[in-house]
């Protein structure tokens, strides 16, 4: 089948570049590996909540229903983007996982598990939480400590009697280490020193201050941009801290090295555990993707806020594909629109 634009993923960039393909006359198509839109945030640990309220926490075009100052929890996002979906009729393709994709005369060829598709543009929005990343030391562990990735992880109920670890300092690793502070002696292994931020300001989101101070829509070509980039993610609430403080959640610098059930650190300290928390990120993976001059060394997109060297290919929802927005909910809209004005201007007349 032959498309003007297929894009590959139905998650919060995917349906935002449907929801504005679908103001025009173009044939599009999203493609979905998983059975159900919202899958990926339905699959997350039970306790997840954005770091973002209700307020910043949309999609252009539809609200996001309930108290604009409430956090949000992962199942409510997971319904909200089937909600989105539906309302506007995005012709969301599900159980379809791209193989591969090709250079092909006037486009690209997408092969899937379900057939061959062409089209003339393509957006890649698979985001870029693909593969969990999990040290190589880890396989020192001993069979009688259970160790998840926080991206198997669900609930406490899961884990084995004893002490957990948490290794990564990102907000997902702090959540679940406060969760798990309430069962079980807890200790969280961050390899730098943690900044925490206030969720609100005088009442405000401070997702509304940062908005307000131009901090939220800040380039990455800014100065402000470029120090804000460069800066680990704060931690966003005083619960952990105050964890922290009353030793429910021990901290611990950087994990160096594992010997069966004993895990040391950076200062030569070691503790014993019967669980570990891989809270140590993802890495994307784009090997399905043959087409040159499109990655970096790295692997890594080469573009210009979503715009790749190659003709008619595109990526959106990247983390500072423009701005400190645009891997969050609500600026990847603003990511989108730029796409989609580019797309029907240049590629599509």
């Given amino acids: 089948m032959k498309y003007d634009v297929i894009i590959i993923g139905a998650g919060q960039a995917g349906l935002s570049m449907g929801y504005f393909l679908q103001k025009t006359n173009v044939s ?50 997971a319904d909200y983007l089937s909600s989105y979906a539906k309302m506007f009729s995005l012709p969301v393709q599900l159980k379809t996982e791209v193989q591969s994709l090709f250079k092909a005369s006037g486009g690209f060829r ?26 190589k030391f880890s396989n020192k562990l001993s069979e009688n400590v259970l160790q998840l990735h926080s991206s198997q992880y669900k609930n406490s109920e899961q884990l084995r009697e004893g002490p957990v670890i948490v290794v990564g300092g990102g907000n997902s690793g702090a959540q679940i280490a406060v969760e798990l502070s309430k069962e079980k002696e807890t200790y969280l292994s961050i390899s730098h020193k943690i900044k925490f931020l206030p969720q609100d300001v005088m009442n405000k989101s401070i997702f509304w201050w940062f908005d307000k101070l131009g901090i939220y829509k800040a380039s990455s070509n800014t100065k402000i941009g470029q120090y804000i980039k460069k800066q680990n993610d704060p931690i966003f ?59 970096d060394e790295e692997g890594e997109p080469l573009h210009q806020r979503g715009i790749t060297p190659v003709e008619g290919l595109y990526f959106l929802g990247l983390p500072w594909q423009y701005s400190r927005g645009s891997a969050l909910i609500q600026g990847v809209g603003e990511d989108a629109e730029y796409l989609y004005k580019y797309i029907i201007d240049k590629n599509l007349k």
């Fill in 237 to 295: 609430g005083f619960e952990l801290k105050s964890l922290i403080k009353s030793g429910k959640v021990i901290l611990k610098p950087r994990t160096i090295s594992i010997n069966n059930d004993t895990i040391t650190f950076e200062n030569d300290s070691k503790v014993q555990v019967n669980n570990v928390i891989w809270s140590t990120g993802f890495i994307t993976d784009y090997s399905w993707i043959d087409i040159e001059e499109i990655l």
């Fill in 110 to 135: 997408i092969l899937t598990d379900k057939g061959q598709f062409i089209a003339k543009s393509v957006v890649i929005a698979t985001g870029p939480f693909q593969n969990p990343v999990v040290p």
């Fill in 28 to 77: 599009f198509l999203i493609l979905e590996k998983g059975k159900g839109i919202g899958e990926v945030w339905k699959n997350r640990y039970d306790s997840l909540k954005l770091f973002t309220p209700r307020s910043y926490s949309s999609l252009p075009g539809l609200a996001l229903e309930g108290n604009l100052s409430i956090y949000p929890t992962k199942n409510e996002i």
